[in-house]
């Protein structure tokens, strides 16, 4: 009797030491591989795309960048658009938390422009030369008044069209910006046209 | 026999810590099973949990079924792409307060780019209007329209400008015909007119207050 007891206990104690073991085995893979949901600490890439912190980009098979929404390296949050050679072509963001888009020639130089002037907030479109001068420009100016101008390579005016509240006026300059024709609103109130020589003198005005 | 019944209560106590042990084990493979995860990247299938992934500033990416947010280390929303709230797909951009400044989404199917100043007010709209032709406006802090590039009713491409009541104060703008100039005062009166007529003929006019030719050529 005692012998059998004996054996019982000896199988016991042995099966408990296993059990034991395999508790303790699957509590230590448990608690190394146990993951609550939590924020990954680095970008995540399927293909070409790639999502960081600061937003996504997407590369092209030859590992061109061709478009990064998020937040730029100067702190802007923006969208960018980039050709086959990665240059950037068209970019909306916030300047300086100003509003702008603006498009880029294959030289990376800015050719248009639709933003809103960091210190009127007024809204303000520009057409760019190769050179960076604004040739064109339709905008409300710093004195609030909607205007249409008109530049030379020198990128001064040459024509504006504008608007107070009381009338539309046209005005024509030369290059040495005296106004050679002047039509519409007079600031008098009255409305007519004057043309002016190269001195500014009127020469001719109606009615 | 006391000896033997010692025996048989330790194998007792044997048996059922076993029995606990053996329960214990079940319970926390079940626990693995349960919440285990191989470490790499997220499934490329669908899922339907937010994929955030953040650095050591506090700025944050945020994947959804709905597009993706980017904040700030401060936790403000800077950047979305993605389907909005009123089921708009949408891109938007906002400044370091968290206002609104650009937007570039589907306003009822139709394109739409919207710039807007600090206060959060509508400055400048780029869109298609209902007839699907392009239309470029500026408007004051008021929000009054005070710019606007577009195609008329008719077709014609205008410019128009408008004082701080919204009402039309010059317009530019071409018929097949020939373009002409318009401006008006603050009555709404034609005061100058130069370009084509309805006739065919071209030419300039003056005229005053009361809507009475002062001039006119040729």
């Not at chain 1, 009338?167 to 050679?180: E, H, I, P, Q």
């Not at chain 2, 048989?8 to 995860?37: H, K, N, P, Y």
Request: no cysteine; proline share 4%.
């Amino acid at each position: 009797m005692d012998a059998a007891l004996a054996g019982r206990l000896t199988r016991l104690e042995r099966v408990a030491r296993l059990d034991r073991a395999f508790f303790f085995g699957a509590l230590v893979f448990g608690l190394a591989t146990a993951q609550a949901p939590a924020p990954l600490n680095g970008p995540v890439t399927v293909g070409g795309t790639t999502i960081a912190s600061t937003g996504i980009i997407v590369r092209n098979t030859a590992g061109v960048t061709r478009l990064d929404l998020g937040i730029d390296r100067n702190g802007y949050p923006s969208v960018d658009e980039y050709d086959t050679t990665g240059a950037l072509r068209q970019a909306m963001y916030l300047l300086h938390d100003s509003p702008t888009l603006r498009q880029f020639d294959a030289a990376e130089k800015k050719r248009a422009e639709l933003f809103l002037g960091s210190d009127t907030q007024n809204g303000e479109y520009v057409i760019l030369d190769a050179a960076q001068t604004v040739r064109l420009g339709v905008f409300i100016g710093a004195q609030g008044l909607p205007e249409l101008g008109l530049y030379g390579s020198d990128g001064k005016a040459r024509g504006y069209l504008a608007a107070d509240d009381g009338g539309g006026y046209l005005v024509m300059k030369d290059a040495n910006a005296t106004s050679r024709v002047d039509l519409g609103a007079f600031s008098g109130g009255t409305f007519g046209v004057d043309v002016r020589n190269a001195a500014g003198t009127v020469v001719w005005t109606k009615p | 026999m006391d000896s033997s019944t010692d025996i048989s209560a330790r194998i007792d106590r044997l048996e059922g810590s076993s029995r606990r042990d053996r329960l214990l084990g079940v319970a926390v493979l079940a626990l693995v099973f349960a919440t285990a995860q191989a470490p790499g990247p997220p499934p490329a299938t669908a899922t339907t949990a937010p994929i955030v992934v953040s650095d050591a500033t506090g700025a944050t990416a945020t994947l959804t079924a709905r597009g993706l947010t980017v904040r700030d280390p401060a936790g403000r929303v800077r950047s979305f792409v993605g389907v909005d709230d009123a089921n708009r797909p949408s891109v938007d951009l906002s400044d370091t307060t968290g206002v609104l400044r650009e937007s570039m989404y589907l306003l009822n199917e139709f394109p739409v780019l919207r710039q807007f100043d600090g206060a959060g007010k509508r400055r400048v709209d780029l869109h298609l209007d209902s007839a699907s032709n392009g239309e470029l406006q500026f408007s004051d802090a008021n929000e009054k329209l005070r710019l606007a590039l577009f195609r008329t009713k008719g077709g014609d491409p205008q410019m128009g400008l408008y004082g701080t009541d919204e009402k039309l104060r010059a317009y530019f703008s071409t018929d097949d015909a020939s373009p002409y100039l318009v401006m008006r005062d603050n009555a709404g009166t034609n005061r100058v007119y130069a370009g084509g007529y309805q006739d065919g003929s071209v030419g300039i006019a003056v005229r005053s207050a009361a809507n009475v030719v002062q001039w006119k050529a040729p």
